[in-house]
């Protein structure tokens, strides 16, 4: 069975017009994110040109600041509150940009979802700011890394890896 959370509303809709009538995949609503790993992980790592519009840093500091607003107005699923019954052998991220740390240490704290040879299949956008791959590794071991490079039907490469332990351990 296929877990899959889609935090902003429109694309839960869209998912759920794809896939709401297969049985094995399983839509959620939510963010798989904290309110405390968004500050902690996300704003703290955004990189960019000075400024508000994208892609400055300020346009991605104003964003992810009006996240609780946008929850509340119903735009976005709440927080993550919904384990998968059981360990993924593959977690696929494809989130916002800087986004990934704070899934990654999300679904980190949550034992019960991952393992140490469950499998990281992550999308490295980021642009000339700064890669997610550069902010992951600035925090965690990456085991068995292999970075695809983008080819004509995607525009950024993707990682495959294993979390190996805190870079800082």
């Given at each position: 069975?296929?877990?899959?959370?889609?935090?902003?509303?429109?694309?839960?809709?869209?998912?759920?017009?794809?896939?709401?009538?297969?049985?094995?995949?399983?839509?959620?609503?939510?963010?798989?994110?904290?309110?405390?790993?968004?500050?902690?992980?996300?704003?703290?790592?955004?990189?960019?040109?000075?400024?508000?519009?994208?892609?400055?840093?300020?346009?991605?500091?104003?964003?992810?600041?009006?996240?609780?607003?946008?929850?509340?107005?119903?735009?976005?699923?709440?927080?993550?509150?919904?384990?998968?019954?059981?360990?993924?052998?593959?977690?696929?991220?494809?989130?916002?940009?800087?986004?990934?740390?704070?899934?990654?240490?999300?679904?980190?704290?949550?034992?019960?979802?991952?393992?140490?040879d469950?499998?990281?299949?992550?999308?490295?956008?980021?642009?000339?700011?700064?890669?997610?791959?550069?902010?992951?590794?600035?925090?965690?071991?990456?085991?068995?890394?292999?970075?695809?490079?983008?080819?004509?039907h995607?525009?950024?490469?993707?990682m495959?890896?294993?979390?190996?332990?805190?870079?800082?351990?």
């Amino acid at each position: 069975t296929i877990h899959s959370y889609e935090g902003g509303k429109s694309l839960y809709e869209a998912a759920r017009k794809l896939w709401g009538t297969h049985r094995r995949v399983v839509l959620h609503n939510e963010l798989v994110m904290t309110k405390e790993n968004l500050g902690r992980y996300v704003v703290k790592n955004i990189k960019g040109p000075p400024g508000t519009k994208w892609p400055g840093r300020g346009h991605y500091e104003q964003y992810y600041g009006t996240t609780e607003a946008m929850i509340a107005k119903g735009e976005m699923g709440g927080w993550f509150a919904t384990e998968p019954p059981c360990k993924a052998d593959i977690i696929l991220i494809d989130g916002t940009r800087f986004t990934h740390a704070g899934i990654v240490a999300t679904l980190l704290q949550h034992d019960k979802i991952w393992g140490r040879d469950t499998v990281w299949l992550v999308e490295n956008d980021g642009g000339n700011e700064a890669s997610e791959q550069e902010i992951l590794e600035s925090i965690w071991k990456l085991g068995r890394l292999t970075v695809e490079p983008p080819s004509a039907h995607q525009d950024h490469p993707w990682m495959v890896f294993q979390v190996d332990g805190c870079v800082k351990e």
